[in-house]
T-cell receptor
Framework: GAVVSQHPSRVICKSGTSVKIECRSL??????MFWYRQFPKQSLMLMAT?????????EQGVEKDKFLINHASLTLSTLTVTSAHPEDSSFYIC?????????????FGSGTRLTVV | AQKVTQAQTEISVVEKEDVTLDCVYE???????LFWYKQPPSGELVFLIR??????QNEISGRYSWNFQKSTSSFNFTITASQVVDSAVYFC?????????????FGKGTLLTVNP
C-alpha cells in the first residue's frame, strides 16, 4: 500500500530555534498533504492543507508565519516550526491524499514528537 | 459543516469480551467517506477501513466488523473476542468529496483498554 515517511520521529530543540519536519510520499504522488497537531489525549487537529506548487491553506487560529509549510514537489511537504516555544511542544502528523486506485484515501506518517525546552 | 461524534471517551473491557465503538456523523454531502483508524501508544495512525456513502454493506475482517447505517448516520465498529493488543485509541473520521471537503474530520477518539 501507499507509504508516507515522516522525519524526524522525535526532536528536542531549544526555545527560539526552528525545527523542520519532512513528510514524503514514497510510492505515490501526493498533490495534497495535510498537517495535524495532536495534544496528549486529544484528537488530531488539522493545521493546514498544502497543495503542490501553491501556498498552503491554514485553518482558523493557526499562525501561518509560525508554522511554515512548503510543498515544492509531488512527494515532499515540509513543516517548519519557527522560533519554537515550549507551548509548541506537541505531536505533529502529516497525511497525504492518495488517489491511486489501490489507495485508501489518506495515508499518514508516523508522526513527530516535538519537545521545546 | 461536517462533524463526527464518538460519545464514548473511554471503554475498559476484559480480554475475550466483545466491544462496540460508536460513531455518529453529520454531513450535507451526498458522497462522502467514512474511516476508522487505530492509534496505539506509539502514535502512528493505523488505517482500518474506508467506506463510501453508497456502500451500506456491513464488513467483517477477522475479529473486526463494521455496521454502517445511513438512516441513523452511524458507522459503528465492533471487536469480537478482544485482546490486550487491541488496546489503543480508535478514531472515526469523515471526508466529503470535492474542494475543501477533502479534509478529514476526526472524532475525539475512544480509548479502549483491554485488560488480561
Amino acid at each position: 500500500g501507499a507509504v508516507v515517511s515522516q522525519h524526524p520521529s522525535r526532536v528536542i530543540c531549544k526555545s527560539g530555534t526552528s525545527v523542520k519536519i519532512e513528510c514524503r510520499s514514497l510510492d505515490f504522488q501526493a498533490t495534497t498533504m495535510f498537517w495535524y497537531r495532536q495534544f496528549p489525549k486529544q484528537s488530531l487537529m488539522l493545521m493546514a492543507t498544502s497543495n503542490e506548487g501553491s501556498k498552503a491553506t491554514y485553518e482558523q487560529g493557526v499562525e501561518k508565519d509560525k508554522f511554515l509549510i512548503n510543498h515544492a514537489s509531488l512527494t515532499l511537504s515540509t513543516l517548519t516550526v519557527t522560533s519554537a516555544h515550549p507551548e509548541d511542544s506537541s505531536f505533529y502528523i502529516c497525511s497525504a491524499r492518495d488517489v491511486t486506485p489501490r489507495g485508501y484515501g489518506y495515508t499518514f506518517g508516523s508522526g513527530t514528537r516535538l519537545t521545546v525546552v | 459543516a461536517q462533524k463526527v461524534t464518538q460519545a464514548q471517551t473511554e471503554i475498559s473491557v476484559v480480554e475475550k469480551e466483545d466491544v462496540t465503538l460508536d460513531c455518529v456523523y453529520e454531513t450535507r454531502d451526498t458522497t462522502y467517506y467514512l474511516f476508522w483508524y487505530k492509534q496505539p501508544p506509539s502514535g502512528e495512525l493505523v488505517f482500518l477501513i474506508r467506506r463510501n456513502s453508497f456502500d451500506e454493506q456491513n464488513e467483517i475482517s477477522g475479529r473486526y466488523s463494521w455496521n454502517f447505517q445511513k438512516s441513523t448516520s452511524s458507522f459503528n465498529f465492533t471487536i469480537t473476542a478482544s485482546q490486550v493488543v487491541d488496546s489503543a485509541v480508535y478514531f472515526c473520521a469523515l471526508s466529503g468529496s470535492g474542494g475543501s471537503n477533502y479534509k478529514l474530520t476526526f472524532g475525539k477518539g475512544t480509548l479502549l483498554t483491554v485488560n488480561p
